[in-house]
């Protein structure tokens, strides 16, 4: 051996154990156990036998790097106390070459779950996982895959999805996408799959109270404990309801599969603690209830179900969550952030901080925030708001007024008005002394700011869980025949609910990629329960219309969406056909797919006539430049691939998943839609140019 290999030898060894200390320091951060990979290839497999009935919930691996993976499994236990399991890592399925062997702890306390850091492994590489307990019994074995270095070329394919219903829907999609990816080329099959929230719905139907909904089966998925009954639904209470509802997603064989095959990147978004959840405080009946202990129960359960690289306040133990301890009370004071100044609020949100950035070779840095955590309460839900709706324009809110309500003391220059003129009558502002609206925080957007500005990825990609893109309509241009004229000078918005209502905290984060010369921006998003493409802006016409990047939100994998809804809703409503139409043959059409980027004539000629071109001749070139395409209907999961050069997403639409598909493959597909992006200079306006895949998209372009 030359001098030169001694001394990188020597240098590896060093780098090896440095890397070795920071890996054991990173393992207690995160509450997991440990182990480093080694020369164990001659090492025999445990004896023992699968038993997959013991380990219920399956195996899932989470948040990879290019050295390390996280593994989670669940083996309960009656009683309480703890038990060891082993994991055992290969680098094949058969687990021939084991590189990795360590104990594990599942305890009572954290619902029988273990999470294992393996470090030490080689990048952009495939390995399989399993888990035993003391008697043999073994868990169904897991696939995962470790990131590129960050100077790795190749190009980084990925898929992202959202909201996913056992209670309600099939996962038909997730059978696709594993289908799709058993067929693929090793190039082209997929790194991870990227999770932007609502895992569970915490919001349960009973099927002997509801045997459907819209055209759902409302499918049997257990009993709350000690729930909460809202309207039709039953909620947690406890950190018990909440476990209980991530088991029974869990139990989806599609889900349990997916986990098992690709390594997951997660974060939350509004149902994984509440569905009109901000802060620490739930909202059921229009007033906001503090619920500080509940929102720790939600944050604890997440931890326990999803393996990932998060902070945790409560301490080192490698076990469990350590819950802090609040008690349940007002929070009648809010800071100059909008975040509620009280200490049980501050130490129920802090117990879990989720945001963190994942660096996927030179390409791609995903920056995930949280949107619900250190939220303010939606201006347009609040009392007062609903003096800006009108039963004749259904889920319209006026734009000027929405400006207005979310710039709060900064709204009109600094000058907010005391009230806001609305269909002939002077409504009080509420916001006017308050501080503008913020989904992200104070200290979560300068985060996000500097990670921005400091990636050197070829595309920083922001996951943002809900919606940036405005959506919006033009009720100005009805005609006189349908009724009285839409009584505001402006457009016609949906409210709020999501980011793209964030107009002031939007503009402010666009101007600065603007003024940073921060290229390859892009934003992912999911939550709407539908598809889009188009471009990241802060305003749209009138004001100056500057895209500073490309915006995608993903649809749901199998939770109902809008178009489903209006199916079965304004029925007689002279505004209907804006909506949804109902054709002769059965079929219904999403309208408001037209309504959305091209406007309401349009829709209506649409109905009228069937011809698309010809309706598209009437479209509002003002209303909605940010838009490339629109499904309010669809369901699914989209795939990311990310190179040097550009930058592809591709909307992979299923049929509304009522059943569980009878095929290996999930069942058809509606259509594959793919949006190409050519890399874009700093200050440059990006382009997406669209192909049509497979299928027929409809009115959705």
């Given at each position: 051996m030359s001098t030169h290999d001694h001394a990188s030898d020597a240098a590896a060894s060093v780098k090896a154990r440095g890397g070795r200390r920071q890996f054991l320091k990173a393992a207690a951060s995160l509450g997991a156990a440990l182990a480093w990979s080694g020369r164990l290839d001659a090492a025999a497999p445990l004896p023992g036998q699968e038993r997959r009935e013991l380990f219920p919930q399956g195996v899932a691996s989470g948040d990879p790097d290019d050295h390390s993976v996280?593994?989670?499994?669940?083996?309960?236990?009656?009683?309480?106390?703890?038990?060891?399991?082993?994991?055992?890592?290969?680098?094949?399925?058969?687990?021939?070459?084991?590189?990795?062997?360590?104990?594990?702890?599942?305890?009572?306390?954290?619902?029988?779950?273990?999470?294992?850091?393996?470090?030490?492994?080689?990048?952009?590489?495939?390995?399989?996982?399993?888990?035993?307990?003391?008697?043999?019994?073994?868990?169904?074995?897991?696939?995962?895959?470790?990131?590129?270095?960050?100077?790795?070329?190749?190009?980084?394919?990925?898929?992202?999805?959202?909201?996913?219903?056992?209670?309600?829907?099939?996962?038909?999609?997730?059978?696709?996408?594993?289908?799709?990816?058993?067929?693929?080329?090793?190039?082209?099959?997929?790194?991870?799959?990227?999770?932007?929230?609502?895992?569970?719905?915490?919001?349960?139907?009973?099927?002997?109270?509801?045997?459907?909904?819209?055209?759902?089966?409302?499918?049997?998925?257990?009993?709350?404990?000690?729930?909460?009954?809202?309207?039709?639904?039953?909620?947690?209470?406890?950190?018990?309801?909440?476990?209980?509802?991530?088991?029974?997603?869990?139990?989806?064989?599609?889900?349990?599969?997916?986990?098992?095959?690709?390594?997951?990147?997660?974060?939350?978004d509004n149902h994984e603690f509440s569905l009109a959840g901000w802060q620490s405080f739930i909202n059921f009946t229009g007033t906001d209830e503090p619920a500080q202990p509940l929102r720790v129960a939600a944050n604890q359960a997440w931890w326990e179900y999803i393996p990932a690289r998060v902070r945790k306040s409560s301490g080192k133990s490698l076990d469990r969550f350590d819950p802090p301890a609040v008690v349940k009370r007002s929070i009648p004071t809010f800071d100059s952030d909008g975040f509620g100044d009280e200490e049980n609020n501050r130490l129920a949100v802090d117990s879990l901080v989720a945001r963190r950035t994942f660096r996927y070779g030179r390409h791609v840095d995903l920056i995930l925030t949280d949107l619900h955590s250190y939220a303010m309460e939606d201006p347009t839900s609040r009392p007062g708001a609903e003096d800006f709706s009108s039963k004749d324009f259904p889920f319209l809110f006026p734009q000027g007024a929405l400006e207005i309500l979310d710039g709060g003391s900064a709204a009109n220059g600094d000058s907010p008005p005391a009230a806001i003129e609305f269909d002939g009558k002077k409504i009080a502002n509420f916001r006017k002394g308050e501080p503008p609206f913020t989904a992200l925080g104070r200290v979560q957007k300068a985060w996000l700011k500097q990670q921005l500005s400091a990636s050197p990825a070829t595309w920083k990609i922001w996951v943002a869980t809900n919606g940036t893109l405005d959506m919006r309509t033009d009720p100005q241009n009805l005609p006189a025949d349908l009724g009285r004229r839409w009584p505001d000078p402006t457009y016609g918005t949906f409210g709020g609910g999501d980011f793209s209502a964030a107009l002031h905290e939007r503009a402010e984060l666009y101007d600065h990629v603007r003024n940073e010369r921060i290229a390859g921006f892009v934003v992912i998003s999911g939550d709407r329960h539908s598809f889009w493409a188009g471009y990241a802006a802060k305003a749209l016409p009138p004001a100056e219309y500057d895209p500073v990047g490309l915006a995608f939100i993903t649809a749901s994998l199998s939770a109902p969406g809008l178009a489903e809804a209006l199916e079965h809703g304004l029925k007689g409503h002279k505004l209907r056909s804006l909506y949804t139409v109902d054709r002769p043959d059965g079929r219904k059409e999403a309208t408001i797919n037209l309504s959305l980027k091209h406007g309401v004539r349009t829709a209506l000629d649409y109905v009228r006539n069937s011809d698309l071109a010809r309706a598209k001749l009437l479209s509002n070139p003002a209303l909605a430049p940010h838009l490339e395409f629109v499904d309010m209907g669809g369901h699914g999961y989209s795939v990311v691939t990310a190179s040097a050069e550009r930058i592809d997403t591709e909307f992979v639409c299923v049929p509304r998943p009522i059943t569980r598909a009878a095929t290996p493959d999930g069942g058809p597909i509606r259509y594959r839609v793919l949006h190409r992006a050519a890399r874009w200079k700093a200050g440059d306006v990006p382009r997406l140019d669209r192909t049509i895949l497979e299928g027929d998209i409809g009115v959705s372009a």
């Open positions: 996280l593994l989670w499994t669940r083996r309960p236990y009656s009683g309480a106390g703890s038990r060891r399991l082993t994991v055992e890592v290969a680098r094949d399925p058969d687990f021939r070459q084991i590189v990795a062997r360590t104990v594990a702890i599942a305890t009572a306390a954290s619902d029988w779950t273990s999470r294992v850091l393996v470090g030490g492994l080689r990048p952009a590489s495939e390995y399989w996982y399993r888990f035993t307990d003391e008697a043999g019994n073994r868990s169904r074995v897991g696939r995962t895959i470790t990131a590129p270095r960050p100077s790795d070329d190749r190009a980084v394919r990925f898929a992202y999805a959202c909201c996913q219903s056992v209670n309600e829907g099939a996962q038909n999609a997730y059978r696709r996408m594993i289908w799709d990816d058993e067929r693929a080329p090793p190039a082209q099959r997929l790194g991870f799959v990227l999770h932007m929230g609502d895992f569970i719905y915490e919001m349960v139907e009973y099927p002997d109270e509801v045997a459907h909904r819209y055209d759902r089966t409302i499918y049997d998925i257990g009993r709350i404990p000690d729930g909460r009954k809202v309207g039709n639904f039953h909620v947690p209470t406890t950190l018990d309801g909440y476990r209980m509802v991530y088991r029974a997603h869990l139990d989806d064989p599609d889900i349990q599969d997916a986990r098992a095959r690709f390594p997951f990147v997660c974060i939350g």
